[in-house]
Nanobody, 120 residues
Framework: QVQLQESGPNLVKPSQTLTLTCTVS???????????WNWIRQRPGKGLEWMGG???????YYNPSLKSRTSISRDTAKNQFSLKLSSVTPEDTAVYYC???????????WGQGTPVTVSS
């Protein structure tokens, strides 16, 4: 059974870069063409916002509204993928989730989420 777990800081100062990591167990992030690995966030009082993802072959894709500040990468040896969000502001305060996307199904497995507050 695949499990995803987010990790990273809970508090970041404005203008800094937020880095979060998702550790995947029970599945390989490189082995299945039908899976991709995504980051999603939910800001207070708002809906889910897809941020971007990385496919099994390392191809990345991003929400156009966040693309200029977002970078997703992976560490295949550790079976992890990471999110970097630069120049954060208090508007980036949110619960951040990582999730697996299954071709034809959608986001079918989620981490528990990690809250991040941007504040000085």
């Amino acid at each position: 059974q695949v499990q995803l777990q987010e990790s990273g800081p809970n508090l970041v100062k404005p203008s800094q870069t937020l880095t979060l990591t998702c550790t995947v167990s029970g599945d390989s992030i490189t082995s299945n063409i039908n899976f991709a690995w995504n980051w999603i966030r939910q800001r207070p009082g708002k809906g889910l916002e897809w941020m971007g993802g990385i496919a099994y072959d390392g191809t990345t894709y991003y929400n156009p509204s966040l693309k200029s500040r977002t970078s997703i990468s992976r560490d295949t040896a550790k079976n992890q993928f990471s999110l970097k969000l630069s120049s954060v502001t208090p508007e980036d305060t949110a619960v951040y989730y990582c999730a697996r996307e299954s071709l034809g199904v959608g986001l079918d497995t989620w981490g528990q989420g990690t809250p991040v507050t941007v504040s000085s």
